[in-house]
Structure formats: structure tokens, C-alpha cells
């Protein structure tokens, strides 16, 4: 099948466009709009103090 590498090629460019660019940008507009609410990051916070690490093993 002749230029089968080429459409491959367009494909996956299409299929990771989104993953590069797109949604990026909206996980960082979200964390913005998170960071505004203080009681989830006041919580994150508290967990983040008495984190270990391994401690399930």
C-alpha cells in the first residue's frame, strides 16, 4: 500500500495534537481555578506534612 507510512504519520499527528496543546491548557486553567478554593489546598497541605514515603510497604 503506497504512502501508508504518510497516513500513519497524519494520524497519530491528528490523534496527539489535543494531547500536546489542548489539554495542557485546560489542566492549567483548572488548577487556577483550585487554587482559588483555600480549603482543598489547606487540606493538601495538611496531608503533604504527614506524608512518607513507602509507608505502605
Request: glycine share 8%.
Amino acid at each position: 500500500m503506497p504512502f501508508f507510512g504518510d497516513f500513519v504519520s497524519i494520524c497519530g499527528a491528528i490523534g496527539f495534537t489535543p494531547l500536546d496543546f489542548v489539554f495542557p491548557a485546560l489542566a492549567y486553567l483548572k488548577v487556577g481555578n483550585i487554587a482559588k478554593n483555600s480549603k482543598l489546598v489547606r487540606s493538601i497541605v495538611e496531608d503533604i506534612k504527614s506524608y512518607k514515603f513507602f509507608h505502605d510497604m
